[in-house]
């Protein structure tokens, strides 16, 4: 760092500038960007990011505080010894903050799944109650030659899988899975009626009734139905409105 001799206090400078970057990247930034730190949608890459920005950002308030003490512009061997410096200073605590937030965002909303899994416990006879007054649809392929009727409670979730889709239902103790050529997208608008049926994700829309349990967190929901290995993902987009039909 440029420091003129006997000067010690222009250290305290250096010390001062980035406190105050510092404490502008975690208090006021947030505030002005709020969408990219919403933590729902925190990630470790977006963790990774956010550190890398505190050393480019305190590195470069740091070389115009030494342009302004030295009263000279620096070199691009002093400049690249500011930014090597900062980040050789904070490489650990920004591991360290990383890894933290993170542990601490996984454990957050780990305890929101579990929640929902006593939610879903706990409004099991209501949501019998809501199925019990279904009736049968009939869900018909793009072509409108074939059609499959369906009752409602035995319905689990509709998969979309290139031009056809797959209809899970129940079969007794069993899961069926029927075959039928048509677009999840238009099922959905034919199905719009019970809004039970949730389009959780691009390629899936599922029967909220029969949801058995919820994995993973609201940065990736993952619901389980008994009898099928497949774990069905719930995009984040999705996430509350999920919260909304389990509630």
Known sequence: MYVREGRTWILWGYGFVTSFVLMFDMFILP???PGIFNEKKWNVFKGILFQFWHIISIGTANILYAIFMGGKTLGLPEVAGFFLTTFSIGFF???LSVVSIQLYLLKKYADSSGEINESIAASENRRKEVTEKLHNI???SESGKEEIEIDLKDLLF???VDNYVEIYRKERDL???VLLRGSLKRIEEDL????YLFRCHRTYLVNVNNISGVKGNSQ???LIYEGVESIIP???NSSKRLLDLLD
Do not use: M
């Open 220 to 222: 990736g929901y993952k």
């Open 158 to 160: 509709i998969r979309s």
């Open 93 to 95: 605590p920004i591991t």
């Open 31 to 33: 505030r002005i960007v």
């Open 234 to 236: 719930v995009s984040r």
């Open 175 to 177: 899961v069926e899975i």
């Open 192 to 195: 719009k009626a019970y809004p």
């Open 138 to 140: 009939f869900i018909t």
